[in-house]
Nanobody, 123 residues
């Protein structure tokens, strides 16, 4: 089993950047594919980005070119660099781990979840 803790959220102006981190404990993150999801008030939790065990990544269309997911095996962590943030990016961002080898976009494929970190983008 793996425990996940997100950090790095906060308040930022539109056009700004934030870097979210997800620290894993219990098992090495390299055993899992890791994903990022987000949930805005009164909306479904949606896929943001994921990175597979091979290092390959996949992004939701609206995040391509703005967000970058990366793994840090030395620190047993994954990161989400978010640039050119927009007010519609405001949400709670969750880190998740899946025993599947690839970065799946379906939240039902993920076995472990963090508690989330709030990102607020002001206009």
């Amino acid at each position: 089993q793996v425990q996940l803790v997100e950090s790095g959220g906060g308040l930022v102006q539109a056009g700004g950047s934030l870097r979210l981190s997800c620290a894993a404990s219990g098992r090495t993150v390299s055993r899992y594919a890791m994903g990022w999801f987000r949930q805005a008030p009164d909306k479904e939790r949606e896929f943001v980005a994921a990175i597979g065990r091979s290092g390959s990544s996949v992004y939701a269309d609206s995040m391509k070119g703005r967000f970058t997911v990366s793994g840090d095996n030395a620190k047993n962590a994954v990161h989400l660099q978010m640039n050119s943030l927009k007010p519609e990016d405001t949400a709670v961002y969750y880190c998740a781990a899946t025993l599947r080898g690839w970065g799946t976009t379906s939240r039902d494929d993920y076995n472990y979840w963090g508690q989330g970190t709030q990102v607020t983008v002001s206009s």
